[in-house]
């Protein structure tokens, strides 16, 4: 969660019962430049069951992290953050982040030196590339889409044949909208953090976009339409490269989405939104009043 000196916010920590009390707590940080750790106790506030220990640092961004953050994220690399803190409330000069791109490492307060005591922990977290959906097709259902993966925090590009007469302000949320030739599509920056739909709602496109990712390593690869349709993009995708090995066929997910009865197109695009996720997650979607243990993982 940042938050600057005029008191604007982004990102959260909870679902909002901390976040006024985090706002009231950073005023000294961002007045003595001094990091700190607070405590929040919600089991005598609002029944979460559990303590919590919040960092609240000053983070300065000069032009050379920005620089470097950006190449980073450009380049879709993962990057990393080490944080250095006690478990008890106060003020202390010896606590902070430390944040790697690439070979470079960043203190994110100017101030902050790290020198690791025996009474202090160091929380240590990987960042992977930011998660993209790429859509092939330019319909209203493929804007809905759009707007449900924007909403989640993904990067969306819109992947449009020349035909299609559409620019990127029909997509609210669309990083980028595309029109490649079909023998031109560039997927070298398709990673494990990359989801792909086709929804073109042409046969003949959706056979030559499979034809142009054959070879695209990716966490999710849905069809949109029935059954019957997918089997008949396979069967004429088998035409052309009869010998293609089994696990591109078992990657598909066809027809995209997950059983909540979706209708609209608003609906279908939670319905793929939410198989996507349970896919690149590892779980199998179930209720959460049927599920043992923790909701969360």
Known sequence: MLINDSGETAGAVSGGCVEKEIKEQSRSVLITGKAKIMTYDGRLRVGCEGLIYLLLEPIFVSDEILNSFNNVIEKRQSFKT?????RSPGEYSRIGSLLKLGNNTFSLNPSFQPVQTSEQDCFSQTFPPIFQLHIFGAEHDAV????AAHLIGWEVTIVASPDEAKSIDYFPGA??????AFNNLDTSLFDEQTAIVLMSHSFNKDVQYMIALRDAKTAYFGLLGPKQRRERLISTFLDYYPDTSPDFFEQ???PAGINIGA??????????IAEILSTIRNQKPIALKDKAGSIHG
């Not at 080490?82 to 006690?86: K, L, R």
């Not at 990083?175 to 490649?180: A, G, M, V, W």
């Open 144 to 147: 809905q889409l759009c707007i």
């Open 252 to 254: 598909l997910h066809g």
């Open 175 to 180: 990083d980028r909208l595309i029109s490649p």
């Open 82 to 86: 080490d944080t250095y803190y006690y």
């Open 263 to 272: 209708e609209n197109a608003s609906e279908i695009a939670v319905s793929i």
